[in-house]
């Protein structure tokens, strides 16, 4: 298994500002991955960030809104740019072990 | 069409009753079918894994796997108001992508 550490855990923010959001695994993994998780909507995959390597962004998601770091095994950043109200929502950090996946708690952005 | 699709709910059920919770899905090269939990303001937490078809049993939750009819299904026993949250179906192929479900709001009556 693994545990992930995300913080904020929740923050209200002012349009046109950034936020990063930071998990933390506890151990080394090859493959991280955010979600966005709206009300009433399944979780929606953001991007896959793999250590060394630029991250691989999901359909109607980019780079420049959505930069993610990924500086080693055990950490990676999801940056929400230039924020608008339409980002308000959950964004979770995942990583898998085998064929399981682990969550950190989320992070709740409100875009006011 | 939807890849995963579960029973929006909400439900709400009194303590001991019997919970199911179902999804269906699209894609037959499915292999690893997951339940989450997932309290609120909390990250979805694994709940149960199944590969393939077939039953898995874990105390008072079992899971149901049937691939010839694209379905799955969680079953919990004697349900507690510990268990009210929202659960969320997954699955996955040979890749990396997981495919959730919408999720369904359970809340459990004392």
């Known amino acids: 298994s693994a545990v992930i550490s995300q913080k904020p855990s929740r923050d209200i923010c002012q349009r046109g500002t950034s936020l990063t959001i930071q998990c933390q695994v506890d151990?080394?993994?090859?493959?991280m991955f955010w979600y966005r998780q709206q009300p009433g909507q399944s979780l929606t995959l953001i991007a896959t960030a793999n250590q060394g390597s630029e991250a691989t962004y999901e359909s109607g998601f980019v780079i420049d809104k959505f930069p993610i770091s990924r500086p080693n095994l055990t950490f990676s950043t999801l940056t929400v740019s230039n924020m608008s109200p339409e980002d308000s929502s959950i964004y979770l950090c995942?990583?898998?072990?085998?064929?399981?996946?682990?969550f950190g708690q989320g992070t709740r952005l409100t875009v006011v | 069409q939807k890849e995963v699709e579960q029973d929006p709910g909400p439900l709400s059920v009194p303590e001991g009753a019997i919970v199911s919770l179902n999804c269906t899905y699209s894609n037959s090269a499915f292999q690893y079918f997951m339940w989450y939990r997932q309290y609120s303001r909390k990250g979805p937490e694994l709940l149960m894994y199944t590969y393939s078809s077939g039953n898995k049993e874990d105390g008072r939750f079992t899971a149901q796997v049937d691939k010839s009819s694209k379905y799955i299904s969680l079953f919990i026993r004697d349900s507690q108001p510990s268990d009210s949250a929202t659960y969320l179906c997954?699955?996955?192929?040979?890749?990396?992508?997981?495919?959730f479900g919408t999720g369904t709001s359970l809340t459990v009556i004392p």
């Open positions: 151990s080394q993994v090859t493959m």
């Open positions: 995942s990583t898998r072990t085998g064929a399981e996946a682990f």
């Open positions: 997954a699955m996955s192929g040979t890749g990396n992508q997981f495919y």
